[in-house]
């Protein structure tokens, strides 16, 4: 089995794929400088899969301990996930976010090329898909016109790592075009748990059913969909982590592959089917009342799902209400303990 080096591996996604990559055999290192999380979420994966988890608290543009770490550590893959990714702040400080996301990914495929690492998973994102596309999102489509600097910064760094796998042959690249992830492990011991206001829709409904908001507003009912509510692709996490994990081993197995790849369950849901689903799973009812709609909103979009399929012999396992559940069980804990 091979050792897997998370960027970004204290945060929400990276937390629950080293629990996915632990499950299959692998081992895992992290790097993040927690400047959106907490190493205790590593802590708690150490606890709930009984392993040791070597993690490095820096920054990854600093090319200095990049070297240590692939000095210290035989890494065979690489799983970028590092990166500012609030869609609106991205908007307000768009060096930051340029800064941070690209600097972080050239300092991290240079290491990676100096020590001989050739293989890299890539956190993108459905954002990249230009907005006037059909909904059904198909990898061959249109990418750009982005709404903001975030989507910028995914859009970029897909090219850059397209124009290093030109470059450097011996580059292998898989770059995941994540959907609407959500929910947690089943366990309830790490999840999303944003600081303020959720920007977010399932953190949102998560911090009403336990009171610490008071109502959801839903943003807009007058949508060309069938309840007038936006409809999205939720993907839980945990089938998002175990879609890592088959990328890993497509890579190791796949010389000279440069792809990107949609994860997503390839169904779309609408804000009021979620919120009926989360009520029905937890059996409970939540305040909510509709609101304007929220600036640069597209009504409808969803992932074809059939390259991920095709390639990695990805497919959804967890259902919506599997989503509210956890989502419901992390924020119960989380409450208990503020
Ligand atoms: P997250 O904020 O929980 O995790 C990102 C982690 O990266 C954080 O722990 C943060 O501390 C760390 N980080 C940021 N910049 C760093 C740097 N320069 N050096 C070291 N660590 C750094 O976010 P997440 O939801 O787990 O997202 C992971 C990745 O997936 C991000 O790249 C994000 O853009 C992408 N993505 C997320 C979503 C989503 O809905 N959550 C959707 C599409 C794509
Ligand atoms: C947003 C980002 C996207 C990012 C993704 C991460 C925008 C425009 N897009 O996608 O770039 O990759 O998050 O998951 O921000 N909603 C409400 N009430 C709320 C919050 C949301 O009704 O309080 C609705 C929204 O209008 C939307 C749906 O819920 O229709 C999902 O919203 P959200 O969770 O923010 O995800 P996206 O907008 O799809």
Redesign the pocket.
């Known amino acids: 089995m091979s050792r897997v080096l998370l960027?970004?591996g204290?945060?929400?996604?990276?937390s629950h794929t080293a629990v996915s990559l632990l499950e299959s055999g692998h081992e895992v290192v992290v790097?993040?400088?927690?400047?959106?999380?907490k190493i205790d979420s590593i802590r708690e994966v150490e606890k709930l899969m009984n392993a040791k988890v070597p993690t490095y608290i820096?920054?990854?543009?600093d090319e200095q301990l990049m070297n240590r770490i692939f000095t210290e550590q035989h890494i065979d893959v690489v799983i970028h996930?590092?990166?500012?990714?609030a869609v609106g702040e991205s908007v307000h400080k768009p060096l930051e976010y340029y800064q941070?996301n690209f600097d972080?990914t050239l300092v991290l495929i240079r290491t990676m090329l100096a020590h001989q690492v050739n293989n890299i998973v890539f956190?993108?994102?459905a954002?990249v898909y230009d907005p006037a596309n059909d909904p059904e999102r198909v990898e061959g489509m249109p990418v750009g016109n982005c709404s903001c600097p975030y989507g910028w910064t995914?859009f970029m760094i897909e090219q850059i790592i397209r124009d290093c796998c030109h470059a450097y042959p011996q580059l292998n690249a898989v770059m995941l075009r994540?959907f609407?992830?959500v929910g947690a492990h089943p366990s309830g011991v790490i999840g999303?748990n944003p600081l303020g206001i959720p920007n977010?829709l399932m953190p949102y409904i998560q911090q009403v059913a336990v009171g610490k908001l008071d109502h959801l507003n839903i943003f807009g009912n007058d949508y060309p969909t069938p309840d007038g509510t936006c409809v999205r692709d939720y993907i839980h996490v945990c089938d998002l982590a175990d879609a890592h994990a088959l990328a890993c081993d497509y890579l190791l197995k796949h010389e000279g592959c440069c792809q990107e790849i949609n994860i997503g369950s390839g169904h779309g849901v609408s804000v009021m089917e979620l919120v009926t689903a989360f009520e029905k799973a937890n059996n409970m009812k939540l305040a909510y009342q509709f609101a304007p709609r929220r600036e640069g909103d597209l009504p409808i979009f969803f992932a074809n799902a059939d390259k991920a399929r095709e390639l990695l012999g990805f497919k959804t396992r967890r259902s919506v209400e599997d989503m509210c559940r956890d989502a419901y069980r992390y924020q119960q804990k989380q409450s208990g303990k503020e």
Request: hydrophobic share 25%.
């Open positions: 960027t970004g204290t945060g929400y996604i990276g790097v993040d400088n927690l400047v959106n999380s820096g920054d990854v543009q996930f590092a990166g500012l990714k941070n972080s956190s993108s994102s954002t995914k994540y609407n992830p999303e977010n």
